[in-house]
């Protein structure tokens, strides 16, 4: 370490780091994100060609920690880790393409506008459309958890559009939204003018995680009903961002008889009534009709005129999709089918008399010892 500290070329490397930082004003500027990821940008690029260029080995990134801590003692981010991950940052963000990346413009920012640079050093696009919309924290997740480049796009824009914290976005990762959202099997495209039905067939997916709930068998619809309502928070950031809670066995009433919808939700975004029916059963095409009554009713009964169709969810434990989508071919209200999963508890009276992981593990070594 002392033999690098004093190696003129690492010396002059880290003024010139130094130097960069003090131009910034450090305290104030890395309090501003923008800035702190601009300036953590620039440093994992200089950290990087530095390791590519095996001048001083990996142990550089141990001596400049110590050097930076030592010169800004107030400031936080120059700890060996953090400085791994700049470099991170910058061998991971790098290797973007441009083409795939949408920038949002800012207010007052005309459409053929470019995006400023700083200095004279080009910026990806992708930076950009971190800068200002993403932490530190929030990044970080993203080169720990995610490798496909347009799922970290994905997963960059859902948390600007939802302004989702860093917890929400390790959760919305770890369910895999991804590869559920836009999944279920809809009749939108025949149902809804463009753009509509690509808008609501990116709002539903398939299946809906439901793992906050967790039940002992027997249990019905009307259960699940219960428990969602009850952790309504979580089941809200499942269903996605729009949804407005309205009613659960919400009644309506046709000519002389009297219907409950199981779950009545308003989207913001899609400007329209959601009915959302809960079966704790295999999907079977009956309940397509049946849903597809109920968006009639919604329709002629609680739809205003500057409401766009009501759309229906059916959420079953299981399907099978060419059954369901013969089931929605025909069908003339816009409606999804999606399955759900939850926690499932073992009854009490059935605990006791299965093998714990000790027991199993005890089995496997006598019959190791055996030889068998």
């Not at 790098?94 to 007052?108: C, L, N, Q, W």
């Not at 800068?131 to 993203?142: A, T, V």
């Not at 709930?213 to 309504?232: C, G, S, V």
Request: hydrophobic fraction near 35%; charge should be neutral.
């Amino acid at each position: 370490m002392t033999q690098l500290s004093t190696t003129p070329a690492y010396t002059r490397w880290l003024q010139e780091i130094k130097e960069k930082i003090k131009r910034t004003q450090v305290r104030a500027a890395l309090a501003a994100s923008r800035e702190l990821i601009l300036f953590y940008w620039d440093l994992g690029k200089s950290i990087s060609g530095k390791l590519q260029g095996n001048i001083w080995g990996n142990k550089v990134i141990d001596q400049l920690s110590k050097d930076l801590s030592s010169e800004f003692p107030g400031v936080q981010g120059f700890s060996r880790t953090n400085l791994y991950y700049t470099r991170k940052f910058y061998d991971y963000f790098s290797t973007f393409s441009d083409a795939k990346v949408i920038v949002p413009r800012k207010e007052g920012q005309l459409e053929n506008e470019t995006v400023p640079q700083t200095g004279a050093q080009k910026i990806p696009p992708v930076i950009h459309l971190i800068c200002g919309h993403l932490p530190w924290s929030h990044i970080k997740i993203i080169l720990d958890k995610l490798k496909d480049h347009q799922e970290t796009l994905f997963y960059i824009h859902e948390t600007i559009e939802n302004g989702w914290s860093r917890d929400v976005l390790a959760l919305q990762i770890k369910s895999n939204l991804y590869s559920r959202q836009g999944k279920a099997i809809t009749n939108f495209k025949t149902t809804l003018p463009e753009p509509q039905s690509d808008l609501a067939r990116q709002t539903i997916k398939d299946p809906y995680s439901f793992d906050f709930l967790a039940f002992t068998k027997p249990y019905n619809e009307r259960d699940i009903e219960n428990q969602l309502i009850t952790h309504i928070t979580k089941f809200l950031l499942e269903l996605g961002k729009g949804f407005a809670f309205v009613g659960r066995q919400y009644h309506l009433e046709v000519g002389d008889s009297d219907y409950y919808l199981d779950l009545l939700f308003y989207h913001i975004k899609l400007k329209c009534y959601v009915v959302v029916e809960l079966k704790n059963t295999k999907f079977i095409p009956e309940y397509a009709g049946k849903l597809n009554f109920y968006l009639s009713a919604v329709d002629s009964l609680l739809k205003s005129e500057t409401d766009q169709p009501t759309i229906g969810i059916l959420l079953c434990r299981d399907k099978n999709s060419i059954e369901t989508e013969f089931a929605l071919r025909d069908i003339n209200k816009p409606m999804g089918v999606s399955e759900f999963t939850l926690t499932e508890n073992l009854p009490e009276n059935l605990k006791g008399s299965l093998p714990t992981i000790e027991e199993i593990e005890a089995d496997f070594e006598r019959l190791e010892e055996k030889g068998q």
